[in-house]
């Protein structure tokens, strides 16, 4: 089984909403990640977790808070997102932080209006 | 800055053609190096993963190859099919520094004539 499995599929959001993405994996990976990509250009690192732990923030916006559950999820919590936030988002999984290969779900598609 | 290049940002063949995507990247300090697939509106799809150590990987009718002195790597699709259509991302995970997680190119937008 190498699924990572992304939920929901589609949300739309207004600007006040508080939603979240969820994220599941049973591969036994210890890393996963939260990717962004908008309409025409790749993914873009949002955050990474190592054996559940934050490992990297890059400069991401407050709105966006990560969480780490278990080893095995992954949620994105969304609040008062803007219009340009929409995107697809991505989550991945890879056996350790810098190795193996990386898998990735189907994606969020959100739209924030 | 560790960034990857992908050449060319489109192609169109006709069906049954091989092809060479080629990619790029400005450290040779890396982990390894990751071909993916994505359809339109879809996630990525992993193709095939090369180790720093490893000069190739196949599968199928893709073949991956890496030359770390150089910063390259190629994807050869062989005997190509209307089904290959997609667009084809490279990337790489850097070892000297930086993010954790895959850099990517911006990827081949590669359509294959019936």
């Known amino acids: 089984d190498t699924e990572v499995t992304q939920t929901p599929k589609h949300l739309v959001m207004g600007m006040t909403n508080k939603k979240s993405l969820k994220c599941e994996q049973h591969?036994?990976?210890?890393?996963m990640y939260w990717y962004k990509q908008k309409a025409k250009k790749p993914p873009e690192l949002m955050f990474v977790y190592s054996y559940e732990k934050l490992s990297i923030n890059e400069s991401v916006p407050s709105r966006f808070s990560p969480e780490c559950p278990n080893s095995s999820l992954l949620n994105l919590h969304l609040h008062a997102l803007q219009p340009e936030d929409s995107a697809l988002y991505l989550c991945?999984?890879?056996?350790?932080?810098?190795?193996?290969?990386?898998?990735f779900g189907q994606g969020t598609r959100l739209t924030v209006v | 800055k560790q960034e990857v290049t992908q050449i060319p940002a489109a192609l169109s063949v006709p069906e049954g053609e091989n092809l060479v995507l080629n990619c790029s990247f400005t450290?040779?300090?890396?982990?390894?190096l990751q071909w993916f697939r994505q359809d339109p509106g879809k996630g990525l799809t992993s193709l095939l993963l090369?180790?720093?150590?490893?000069r190739e990987q196949t599968s199928g009718r893709l073949n991956a190859s890496l030359d770390k002195s150089s910063g390259r790597s190629t994807l050869y699709i062989a005997a190509s099919q209307p089904g290959d259509s997609a667009t084809y991302l490279c990337?790489?995970?850097?070892?000297?520094?930086?993010?954790?997680?895959?850099?990517f190119g911006k990827g081949t937008h590669l359509i294959i004539q019936p």
């Open positions: 990337a790489v995970r850097y070892s000297g520094g930086g993010a954790d997680g895959l850099t």
């Open positions: 991945a999984s890879s056996q350790e932080l810098r190795g193996g290969e990386a898998f």
């Open positions: 090369i180790q720093s150590s490893q």
């Open positions: 591969m036994g990976h210890r890393a």
């Open positions: 450290d040779s300090a890396i982990y390894n």
